[in-house]
T-cell receptor, first 110, second 116 residues
Framework: AQSVTQLGSHVSVSEGALVLLRCNYS??????LFWYVQYPNQGLQLLLK??????LVKGINGFEAEFKKSETSFHLTKPSAHMSDAAEYFC????????FGTGTKLQVIP | DVKVTQSSRYLVKRTGEKVFLECVQD?????MFWYRQDPGLGLRLIYF???????EKGDIPEGYSVSREKKERFSLILESASTNQTSMYLC???????????????FGQGTRLTVV
């Protein structure tokens, strides 16, 4: 069965610090991977997606993610956190059906 | 912009009631999905549909049914609401054929359902 796993349900960073949110996928997941963001009381919106064209994927709001097949990972990073980045982030992957991770809440400390 | 609209942001229903959650998308997408979102569990797929009148069970279909009579509308039905169905419900749509997973999903704002 395909699945994605997010490590860490809560992550806190200082404003201006590096953001690193971790996602690993099962080996049966094809290389269609996504990161979504959910701001409070809103639906999810796409940050970026990997579709095998390039291993480093750039998304909106300065986020990027690197696909590493050897590590079965698709971690999300941002060089410098901003207060407006506080939200819940979901890694997802799938083919016919998309499987979502359990989410990571990012807190940005001023 | 793609728009996925859920009919209600908040709903309060009584145990045993039949509940209808409505979702409409305006981008002529083939695929539509219903998820429920619970703290610590992420999003779990209830049902999805890849064409009018077609539906497939997701990971947690028990206690739910769906209807897709028109391409733009996908309804989630709780046949007899129970307190363990209190949750946030998210509708989504995406384009493409059923066997292409590389297209993003567009989500509605969610419906927070409370069953008392």
């Amino acid at each position: 069965a395909q699945s994605v796993t997010q490590l860490g349900s809560h992550v806190s960073v200082s404003e201006g610090a590096l953001v690193l949110l971790r996602c690993n996928y099962s080996s049966s997941v094809p290389p269609y991977l996504f990161w979504y963001v959910q701001y409070p009381n809103q639906g999810l919106q796409l940050l970026l997606k990997y579709t095998s064209a390039a291993t480093l994927v750039k998304g909106i709001n300065g986020f990027e993610a690197e696909f590493k097949k050897s590590e079965t990972s698709f971690h999300l990073t941002k060089p410098s956190a901003h207060m407006s980045d506080a939200a819940e982030y979901f890694c997802a992957g799938g083919y016919q059906k998309v499987t979502f991770g359990t989410g990571t809440k990012l807190q940005v400390i001023p | 912009d793609v728009k996925v609209t859920q009919s209600s942001r908040y709903l309060v229903k009584r145990t045993g009631e039949k509940v209808f959650l409505e979702c409409v998308q305006d981008m002529d997408h083939e695929n539509m999905f219903w998820y429920r979102q619970d703290p610590g569990l992420g999003l779990r797929l209830i049902y999805f549909s890849y064409d009018v009148k077609m539906k497939e069970k997701g990971d947690i279909p028990e206690g739910y049914s769906v209807s897709r009579e028109k391409k733009e509308r996908f309804s989630l039905i709780l046949e007899s609401a129970s307190t363990n169905q209190t949750s946030m419900y998210l509708c989504a749509s995406s384009s493409g054929t059923m066997y292409r997973g590389n297209t993003e999903a567009f989500f509605g704002q969610g419906t927070r359902l409370t069953v008392v």
